[in-house]
């Protein structure tokens, strides 16, 4: 499908009457981020609102309020805020009479915590982003936790409250300024200086409002916000509270509005066209007369900066009236663009444009938006990018970064990004909510293609207390805001409206799929829209509503021989079904291999097929609630990796897809809900890798020089016993030696994507493994048995690290023997330490039963190993340690500059 330009400006002019059109205006496909950034000389200002707030959870309702009663709880009696909270979407509502009337009145309700008298001192003092759930501790009491395994078994349910002092200078007196929160979970409200400003319950998007008049000059402005957090609102860990960042705008009555520009470009031969709208506000009584001009700039990739000027769109005057809007549309060309690709083939290359309005001869305020450009084309027989026909590697990633939660962390988050990349990743979904804005600029900045997706429910409900209990209020408001804040990034290629949603049957979710799809492209016309299908058939009227088909397991089928365990009948593969019914519809797999595994548990004996399900004694084991790192085992839904290799393999038109998933995460702890994490990605919640990176590596990162071998090698009682050894690799061919004696030279054969000796017998000693490649010497690696363990030893991920109190460091832990080998089963319980102007943040080892709470310096290692997440907060050097009885203790020092 190649996405037509033009259609979006007409309707979204349409729809903006207020908008001038100074300029013809041609959509193409589009692409650009607004940094928001502050530029030195700009009267805007972006303050982000991280530090001096406090806070206090109450696990049930100490202000008799809610948003609106839950109809599954006995909820009466409570003070509703609905009213107050809805016309924050006003703005986002096309049709006047759906929009929301503003109450006259306050609350009729005395609230403490909103009042400037209230004595908060002893709540606790955090900065933001912060989730309150994340320091546990746990619930270990199974179906009886208020919050069960699987979202997570922490406490993030209950009332938050945060309370924070915002300052007005005399030079900020006549300015607008405006409340922006990245992402509050969830039902969150507002109040400053004691009045509603309102609010907004989807917990995942960002939204802003406008504070100017409730401010007053001076220091004591009280900013109040409380959060709602019910449990049962979802299928995985939400986090709770202010998790993402929260900022305060200031800028002159006359400025770029909110999310106010969008670039969109076309590439024909050696130059892009490149099409610029800009929605300037006008908060003053009188109308203004402003000229606006916008340059754009090369990004320097190393510094993120701009760097050379290549082109600037022409200057425009308008005039915008008292309390108004107008938009400018303008274009220009850029001779022979560097354009934006995924590595390794092509890179991210990105541009910034930088808009300045000028009003009386005087900068009234500068704009950054950064884009890149590329052509994208969706067909029947593939997707290309910038003409280059490419399969999505691409992994589903939940919002949580493990034991930090899902309080955003630009570095936590770019090592998830980084450990991706080396298995050859170059796509992400966003599984299943709008990620922080952040984690789209390093998607942007290091070339990850995006599916970005907004819901996982429509109106019928997955879970008691999800969003369909509002989607009804906020879906044309959730998924305005999700565009407009979104669509300017180079690395979103595909709009997502909805995962795996109850509707997809009968003629309500194709109803709801173009409602939802008209919104969408009215914004964004320039990419596809998805909604991955789980059980729709190709004959169903549901995937005629969307643009491109992403299907979540069903496209392989479940007839493979080692699933002939499950019931029958058992589910038929659909891709070909689908591909006869709509052949000019790119079709992917937005979910594959639902597959399940501990990292480096090996449990025996091992299915002698290429996937099978994990049972409670087969290829897992309830008691321990570990799962074989064979990497064959799935859930009962889905296919294990080799076979899903196989059928993309045999399917030329089939895009590839997306890994569930590609980190575990909190909450769904399939097959067991007793554990607290999920076991489905291929690397664990630690950020250890699990066996199967190196299979993906060896897929999708050929040229990496590796074999990767196991099961480790160290199996007292094992003596005599088959322990079948696996190998992956991008070799084809590979000889086995235990011990010196050849255990069969394999070559690798059609559809075989791990090498396997199934009938090797354990003895104690060496494995050792040789890989060829087209006859010649690729890879070795030796794994050998090893002996007690001796002493511990820590490595850093960085040596270095800010000491701006965010910045943070990972410590890995292991046990060698006296030989410097790691013991790879080890289990000891180790305490860290530290000492210096720095912090443990929290420990993990992975596993995803571990029930200590995260904060504990104490942790006991999970197949040899355990992590130590540290920041600094004052410039100096950080000593760790780490130690357990019985081994030599390790440190090792820390720099915070
Ligand atoms: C899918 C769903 C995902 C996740 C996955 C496996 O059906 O879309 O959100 O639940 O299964 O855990």
Known sequence: MRLRPGRLVGTFLALLPWWLLVTEFNLCSAIASQTDGNQVDSPRERIR????????????????????????????????????????????????????????????????????????????????????????????????????????????????????????????????????????????????????????????????????????????????????????????????????????????????????????????????????????????????????????????????????????????????????????????????????????????????????????????????????????????????????????????????????????????????????????????????????????????RLGFMVIDEIFDVWKYDKNIADFSLIFTDWHEPDVKTFVRRDRNHASIIMWSIGNEVGEQGGSTGFDIATELSKILHEEDNTRPIMASLNSATASHKFPQALDVLGLNYIGEGMEYPGYSVLPEPRRQPLYESFHEAFPDKLLFSSEFAWSLSSRSSFIFPVTEYDGAPVLDHSGGDVNTLEISGHELYSSNWSVSHDIVFTVQDQLPYLAGGFLWSGWDYLGEPYPWPQARSAYSGMIDLAGFKKERFWLYQSQWNPTVRMAHVLPHWSWPGREGEITPVHVFTSADEAELFVNGKSQGNLKRKEFEYRFRWDNVTYEPGELHVITYKNGEFWANETVTTTSDGFKLDLTAEFENIDADGEDLTWIAVRVLDEQGRMVPEADEIVTFSLSGPGEIVATDNGFQADFVAFPSNERKLFNGLALAIVRANSPGKIVVAAETEGFQRAELVIEAV
């Open 49 to 444: 609102l991280r530090t001096g707030w406090k806070f206090w959870r109450f696990e049930s309702r100490p202000d008799n309020l809610v948003y609106e009663p839950r109809p599954y709880a006995n909820e009466s009696g409570l003070f509703v805020l609905k009213p107050w909270i809805l016309p924050t979407a006003n703005e986002f509502i096309e049709k006047t009479e759906n929009r929301h009337e503003v109450p006259s009145e306050d609350p009729a309700i005395d609230i403490p915590y909103v009042k400037d008298s209230f004595d908060d001192s002893d709540w606790e003092d955090v900065k933001v982003p912060h989730d309150w759930a994340i320091k546990g501790p746990f619930y270990t009491n199974g179906d009886e936790s208020p919050i069960t395994g699987q979202m997570g078994s922490l406490p993030l349910h209950g009332v938050g409250w945060y309370r924070r002092r915002l300052s007005l200078s005399p030079s900020d007196v006549g300015k607008s300024i405006y409340l922006e929160i990245d992402g509050a979970m969830s039902y969150s409200a507002v109040w400053v200086n004691g009045k509603i400003i309102g609010g907004w319950p989807y917990g995942y998007n960002s939204y802003h409002l406008d504070i100017t008049s409730h401010l007053k000059e001076g220091d004591d402005n009280m900013l109040a916000i409380r959060i709602d957090n019910p449990p049962d609102s979802g299928r995985w860990y939400t986090g709770a509270g202010l998790y993402r960042n929260v900022w305060l705008t200031k800028v002159k009555p006359v400025h770029v509005a909110r999310w106010g520009t969008y670039i969109t470009s076309e590439i024909a031969g050696d130059s892009a066209s490149i099409e610029f709208a800009v929605n300037l506000e006008n908060k003053a009584e009188e109308q203004t007369n402003v000229t606006v001009q916008t340059d754009i700039f090369e990004v320097d990739s190393t510094n993120g900066r701009p760097a050379r000027p290549v082109a600037s769109f022409p200057s425009s005057s308008v005039i915008i009236p008292a309390d108004g809007q107008k938009s400018i549309l303008t274009s220009a060309t850029i001779q022979n663009p560097r354009l934006w690709g995924p590595p390794p083939s092509q890179s991210p290359n990105l541009y910034l444009a930088t808009t300045t309005v000028l009003h009386g001869g005087k900068v009234a305020d500068t704009y950054e938006t950064q884009f890149g450009i590329r052509s994208l084309t969706f067909g029947g027989d593939g997707f290309s990018i910038n003409g280059e026909r490419l399969r999505f590697q691409g992994v589903n990633q939940h919002h949580d970064l493990g034991a930090l939660g899902a309080a955003y962390n630009h570095k936590a988050a770019e090592r998830q990004l980084r450990l991706l990349r080396e298995a050859g990743v170059n796509a992400i979904r966003m599984a299943h909510n709008p990620p922080a804005p952040e984690l789209l600029e390093l998607t942007d």
